[in-house]
């Protein structure tokens, strides 16, 4: 009996040669998970000090087995002690289906175990393969999205270079537009000034002359026709000057908004040309949560349009500017050229009127200065005494009638006289008016601006 004891106590308390292992090697960890996932470097996962929760649950229920494993392994066979024990009698803990049931309960969970840890090598497969084909889906889909926002970008911005470069276009036409007005409202100054000394002049007509005739009148609507053409000039050219500022308006609105596009195209651009293998890829966290309400796709297509509208619309009205412009340069130059035609139609006219009336004074005045015919005396015979008697009657009678024909002679020299000063007068009258008229007056309107001038081109 004692002898089965100790033998039995010496079989249990010999210790085996070797270290005791529950868990498998690393190296045949590693090797299976790499034949499981080719595609996954599981050697930097398994390097780290990874212990299972089953290693320390069966150290828990076995508290020696760690330590006198650990002391195994620490001590050689070569220097190993026999235990010896001081009890005397055989003492058992555990019944033998204790210790087959310990054994088939360890068993059970390590099947258990390894079957979850399978099942979770397998989900996790799937569950790899599944994300990793719904990340590439969504990679493609991003860089097929991508792409169509660079095809929309590069539409609009190619939509805002047309409408710029016509916008442009129409803001220079407009300009020379504006610099022809502004030159034919300086021609018009010189018409102007020639038009009021032609009345300034007039001014001086002396004593009948001085008569509110046709060339008058014209002259005064020939004044009230530049005024007014000046007029329309003027507020034309002001609306002009307005449009050109709604134009550059508009025009930089496109500008800025062609250098928003530019930016968005590089970016975008570099963005659809990224793949997961180029260079200078990093993680910004938090990039994503950016903020919606600043413009979507919609909105962001709306401003572009509003934009070009705005910029047709501007550009409608610019050129609607012009041809009002262009009518009012054509109409006001007929308008002073027809009344400037006039007022010299009427100019020469009143010229040679003056002329035949000065012909005419001249002509009475010559005959006023020119001496009367002398009578030739006639021839008596003898006289005898009745003769001498009638004689001296008729002699009587002839002095009574001379002297009636002298004074009335006299009082004809006096009218003559003063005819006489009277054509001298209106010949000095005429001849000033004919000065004025034909020297002064018509001497300055033979110079008018030519049309190429009146309408700006020169």
């Excluded at 590693?30 to 990874?50: A, G, I, Q, V």
């Excluded at 100054?189 to 004593?207: N, Y």
């Excluded at 000057?241 to 930089?252: E, V």
């Excluded at 919606?292 to 909105?299: G, L, M, Q």
Aim: glycine share 4%; proline share 4%.
């Amino acid at each position: 009996m004692n002898h089965f004891n100790t033998s039995l106590m010496i079989n249990y308390t010999q210790a085996k040669p070797g270290p005791i292992n529950f868990l498998p090697a690393i190296t045949s960890l590693e090797s299976s998970y790499k034949d499981r996932f080719p595609h996954r470097n599981l050697t930097h996962t398994l390097s780290l000090p990874w212990r299972p929760n089953t290693y320390y649950r069966v150290s828990s229920d076995f508290p020696n087995l760690g330590s006198y494993c650990t002391r195994a392994q620490r001590v050689g066979e070569s220097t190993m002690v026999p235990f010896v024990s001081n009890r005397t009698s055989l003492f058992t803990k555990y019944t033998h289906d204790d210790w087959y049931k310990s054994s088939y309960d360890s068993f059970q969970e390590s099947n258990t175990s390894r079957h979850n840890s399978e099942k979770l090598r397998v989900d996790t497969s799937r569950l790899i393969q599944e994300k990793y084909q719904q990340i590439r889906k969504t990679q493609v889909d991003t860089t097929q999205n991508l792409g169509e926002r660079v095809n929309d970008i590069a539409f609009w911005k190619s939509e805002i270079i047309n409408e710029l470069d016509e916008m442009i276009a129409e803001t220079n036409a407009l300009t020379d537009m504006r610099r022809r007005l502004e030159r034919t409202l300086t021609e018009t100054e010189a018409p102007l000034q020639v038009t009021r000394e032609c009345l300034f002049h007039r001014e001086k007509r002396m004593g009948v002359d001085l008569v509110h005739d046709d060339v008058e009148r014209e002259l005064l609507m020939e004044l009230d026709t530049i005024l007014c053409c000046q007029e329309r000039m003027k507020l034309h050219l002001d609306k002009a000057i307005a449009q050109l500022a709604s134009n550059r308006g508009a025009q930089h609105e496109l500008e800025k908004d062609l250098g928003d596009k530019q930016m968005a195209l590089r970016i975008d651009d570099k963005c659809h040309h990224l793949r997961n293998t180029s260079e200078g890829i990093s993680f910004f966290r938090g990039v994503e949560n950016v903020d919606a309400t600043i413009s979507v796709p919609e909105s962001w297509a709306k401003f572009t349009d509003d934009n070009i509208l705005r910029s047709q619309s501007e550009r409608a009205t610019s050129a609607k500017t012009r041809d009002e412009i262009e009518t009012l340069l054509t109409v006001s130059t007929n308008e002073m050229w027809n009344q400037f035609s006039k007022v010299n139609w009427y100019l020469t006219k009143r010229i040679a009127e003056l002329g035949e009336a000065k012909s005419k004074i001249q002509v009475h005045l010559a005959k006023k200065l020119s001496p009367p015919p002398r009578m030739a005396p006639g021839g008596t015979g003898p006289p005898g005494q009745a003769d001498l008697v009638n004689e001296v009657y008729e002699v009587h009678d002839t002095i009574q009638t001379l002297q009636q024909r002298l004074r009335e002679a006299e009082d004809s020299l006096q009218l003559l006289v003063h005819t006489k000063a009277t054509l001298e007068h209106d010949l000095a009258v005429k001849a000033n008016t004919l000065y004025i008229d034909q020297e002064k007056c018509m001497s300055m309107r033979r110079s008018f601006p030519s049309t190429l001038r009146l309408v700006g081109f020169c």
